[in-house]
């Protein structure tokens, strides 16, 4: 089966954690921001990244993005930024492009200039946090494709008290990547090597279908 070819642009916490995951699970992922130090951190977590403006048109060109199945916008502050590499990806013939909105006047703009699939990570998080876990189920959080998604679980049994580092989820599991680990009212928004997982506690994480699959057929 032939690679799927995202091109990620914005490497915040969002757009960093998918591209390293998408990379993880085994896609070709080329990872583009304005900022070098952020493109520093995932150069090594992803096929290409590239410190560029993707909001000149002659860059994106440049880049071959017309020739890639997925482009993922995931800046959703910068309103202008967002909307100009929008319609720049669909003018250039990307065959998907889905775009993050901060709001709903936001992703209603998004869709005017062609995004074809507009996700709003702060409000479903929100939504999802609200109505907690039920007997340990995984609630899938985002779709960000066909293939891939963010969603809440709970950590097996076997898992707890261990560190994340211990666990090496992202290599035995074939690409997990634990964005947050929350215990009681506590969430710790950046976890580390050396965070130790514990009974009861909630993680979101980004991972493939097949990947969040596997954990359910482990409960």
Request: aromatic share 4%; net charge negative.
């Amino acid at each position: 089966m032939r690679k799927k070819q995202f091109v990620v642009v914005g490497l915040g916490r969002f757009g960093q954690s998918l591209a390293e995951t998408l990379y993880a699970g085994g896609e070709d992922v080329l990872a583009i921001d304005l900022n070098q130090d952020l493109v520093e951190d995932v150069r090594d977590a992803v096929t290409h990244a590239v410190t560029a403006d993707a909001m000149d048109r002659d860059v994106l060109i440049a880049l071959g993005v017309r020739d890639f199945d997925v482009g993922v916008v995931t800046i959703g502050s910068d309103i202008r930024a967002s909307g100009m590499i929008t319609m720049l990806m669909k003018e250039l013939g990307v065959r998907q492009v889905i775009a993050k909105a901060h709001d709903e006047v936001h992703g209603r703009m998004l869709e005017k200039l062609g995004a074809d699939k507009v996700i709003y990570p702060e409000r479903d998080m929100g939504r999802r946090i609200a109505h907690n876990l039920v007997n340990g189920n995984i609630m899938d959080f985002i779709e960000v494709s066909p293939d891939y998604s963010m969603a809440e679980i709970q950590p097996l049994a076997e898992w707890c008290g261990k560190t994340l580092a211990d666990l090496n989820l992202r290599e035995r599991l074939g690409g997990i990547n634990v964005i947050a680990v929350r215990t009681g009212e506590h969430v710790n928004a950046m976890p580390g090597a050396n965070t130790v997982l514990k009974r009861g506690d909630t993680m979101l994480v980004m991972a493939g279908e097949d990947t969040l699959r596997k954990i359910r057929i482990s409960r």
